[in-house]
């Protein structure tokens, strides 16, 4: 990945949910590309928290702040100045947004009109990568994948609220930036991603990890649901190369893109159960109850950027399922460096992808 190392090298880059799961492996990500990292969060969960595993707290500049609170938000973009932003803060869990469906809407869409209005005002930010779902679509059980034109949707709130996300970033982009010329706007759309160090409650692999640790059965609320899983690396790598191509060419590159797993990786919890029991040598499954509502099959078609960014899926499912295992293996029972453990994983999957 030459051409995007040269390219990140010494650019001063926001990542708004720094602390979360995707946010760390980014931040991790962009310091390896020697970039200038800054990172909002808010009240992180200190204990097991790859964030600060990763000491990453000490690695780039973080401001903890509520991503809803617009006036100290607009006051940290303003005195950093950073060339491009990539917006994950959220509430990103669906069974969360049952029992807090209030948060959940002001937190996911106060949130990326926070980051969109103030960035509106300042000529020093080129690129800006809103983060979304691919459950944001209607889901009217098409099996050939949503496209980015298709309907948006959500019965849950998790997914209303990412729908209402894609609208606001939309309308920004079309009132405020579309004729500046001078900065990129895209909302990115990805499937469950799979990575080590995730502590989420409610995750299918968080939740595996800490039965086999504990030596308990798994427990599945949904063991025959189908979701497109992908390993955390693979999305990022895709919002990687389109803040670069929109920071080159706005115009172009700005719109809603998809970056989903491949036809092959669209398994069912139980498969994902499994091949983790396989890798750890340990563990049964068993089925609970489940009260809430989730969407059966979800598949979104990544064509667009496939043809025009030449991005495409690096691990099988297998494989990310392996990787993913290898981290909680090596970090939770080799008591290994998850620093080390973590960096490694990024040069081996960017060596993988040379040609980027």
Request: with cysteine; aromatic share 12%; proline share 3%.
């Amino acid at each position: 990945m030459g051409e995007i190392k040269n390219f990140y090298k010494g650019k001063k880059i926001l990542v708004t949910g720094a602390t979360g799961f995707k946010g760390s492996w980014l931040c991790s990500w962009l310091l390896e590309l020697g970039a200038k990292v800054y990172g909002t969060g808010f009240s992180p969960n200190q204990n097991k928290n790859l964030f600060y595993d990763l000491k990453l707290n000490k690695r780039i500049t973080l401001k903890i702040i509520d991503i809803r609170d617009y006036n100290k938000l607009k006051k940290f973009i303003k005195s950093k100045k950073p060339d491009i932003i990539f917006h994950l803060a959220a509430q990103p869990l669906v069974y969360e947004s049952y029992l807090n469906p209030m948060d959940t809407f002001n937190i996911n869409f106060n949130g990326t009109l926070n980051i969109l209005d103030i960035a509106k005002s300042y000529s020093f930010v080129k690129s800006i990568i809103a983060v979304t779902s691919d459950k944001c679509y209607e889901n009217i059980g098409k099996t050939s994948g949503y496209k980015e034109g298709d309907k948006l949707g959500g019965i849950d709130p998790y997914s209303a609220s990412k729908a209402a996300s894609e609208l606001v970033v939309n309308s920004y982009f079309e009132s405020f930036f579309k004729e500046k010329n001078n900065c990129g706007v895209s909302s990115v759309r990805a499937g469950n991603v799979i990575g080590g160090g995730d502590w989420s409650k409610n995750r299918l692999i968080p939740d595996c990890i800490r039965h086999l640790i504990k030596k308990e059965n798994i427990l599945l609320r949904n063991p025959n649901y189908t979701r497109p899983w992908q390993h955390v690396l693979e999305p990022l790598k895709g919002y990687l190369i389109l803040a670069k191509k929109q920071y080159e060419n706005p115009k172009k590159y700005s719109g809603a893109w998809n970056f989903g797993s491949s036809s092959k990786s669209i398994v069912s919890v139980k498969k994902i159960a499994e091949l983790i029991i396989k890798f750890w040598k340990v563990g049964k499954i068993k089925t609970i109850n489940n009260k809430f509502y989730e969407q059966k099959i979800l598949q979104i078609n990544s064509g667009k950027a496939k043809s025009q960014l030449v991005w495409n899926p690096t691990y099988s499912i297998t494989k990310g399922v392996k990787v993913t295992s290898d981290w909680y293996l090596q970090v939770v029972q080799e008591k290994a460096d998850p620093i080390q453990i973590t960096k490694q994983q990024i040069v081996d999957y960017m060596l993988l992808n040379k040609k980027l």
